[in-house]
């Protein structure tokens, strides 16, 4: 007899939705994670009286109402509807691509107008576009390729926009009316008190043993669990053997100004390339916070190095055809179930995790979970 059912290697999303329906089902549960906190990404540290997001901005969207009514149950979601602005050159542009940007950009007025002046700039991409560069101009033309993505690409993935896939671009909607909102999703918002209220409710009844690196002592923690779920990278599961595959991680450095409003808005992202982070965030106006105070992050893209947070899978044919290699040996694991952005080596939004761990509960409990 093991002591538990489960043994959880990493406390986001993934492991926390699984978790749940684990002991809905009565089941035990440890969770093994290597930072001093649970919530993977979406930790959020108090400052100030804000819910200051540790690991670059967090705004929860889907279109899966399973999903939202889950997350839900759990915590009382606001109203927040993200709707970022762009910096480039002294001058502030809305995003994501609408009316809005179109007029600032080139005095057009209606949508026929702005169809128009995007068609003459895309004249020259001819078949299915190749790469991100080609796919973008495509949208959106090159002005608005040049002057609000090619920069902040660059930066973020620091690879030339021709060598970049074209779905990462395809993230953004582009539209022929005045609608700043990021997302098409039908629901959005930030849990009311920030997303550890939904880390707590995930985990309750859990055994937790913080600050533990599995991998180095992978043997004990074998014996303690019937199954382990990992959700660590899938490549360090397996000591690298076929490669490692890469990542893009960011550094983040946080400020506290005596002052009640730095930047009049949640996100504002920084396009051009000489400026070296890609956004500030200001952590209050996700709740509409009123404090004295206020909290900036600015966010500095960085080439993942072992040692450094693994933030965003490079989900290129390289790193596909790798991953694969690694997913074949995952696949005939006994008692280990491999989910989350970085076993799956997948660029998954939360709901899209929390959509992954419930199908993966309902198989494993045999109810009615999925989403
Ligand atoms: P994670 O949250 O990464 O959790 C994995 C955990 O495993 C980590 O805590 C890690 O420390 C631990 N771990 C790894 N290896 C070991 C080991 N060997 N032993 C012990 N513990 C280990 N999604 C949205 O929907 N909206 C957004 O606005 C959004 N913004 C984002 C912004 C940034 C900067 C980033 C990086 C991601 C963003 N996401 C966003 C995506 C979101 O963070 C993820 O989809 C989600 O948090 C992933 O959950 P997870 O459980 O897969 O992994
Ligand atoms: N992007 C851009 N300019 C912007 C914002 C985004 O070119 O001002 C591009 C960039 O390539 C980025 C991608 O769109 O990686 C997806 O953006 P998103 O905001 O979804 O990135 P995430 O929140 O996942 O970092």
Redesign the pocket.
Known sequence: MKKYNYVL????????VFAWHAKKHGKSCLV????DHL????YCEEMEGIHVHQ???????TSNKKVWDFVNGLAEFNRYTNSPVAYYKGEMYNMPFNMNTFHKLWGVRTPKEAMEKISEQQADIKGEPKNLEEQAIRLVGRDIYERLIKGYTEKQWGRDCKDLPSFIIRRLPVRYTYDNNYFNDRYQGIPIGGYNVLTEKLFAGCDVELG????EDREYYREMGETVVY???ID?YYDYRFGKLEYRS?RFETEVLDEPNYQGNAVVNYTEREIPYTRIIEHKHFEFGTQEKTVITR?YPAEWSPGMEP??PVNDEKNAGLYQQYHQLARKEEHVIF????AEYQY??????IESAMNRAEREFGENAGA
Not at 212 to 215: G, I, S, Y
Request: no cysteine; hydrophobic share 35%; aromatic share 16%.
């Open positions: 290697v990493g406390s986001g999303l993934f492991a926390g093994v994670e290597r930072r919530g993977g990404n979406i690991y670059g901005a967090h705004i929860f969207h533990r690196d599995f991998l959700t660590g990278p360090a960011l966010e933030y965003y989910g989350g952005r970085l998954y939004d939360m709901d899209k995790v």
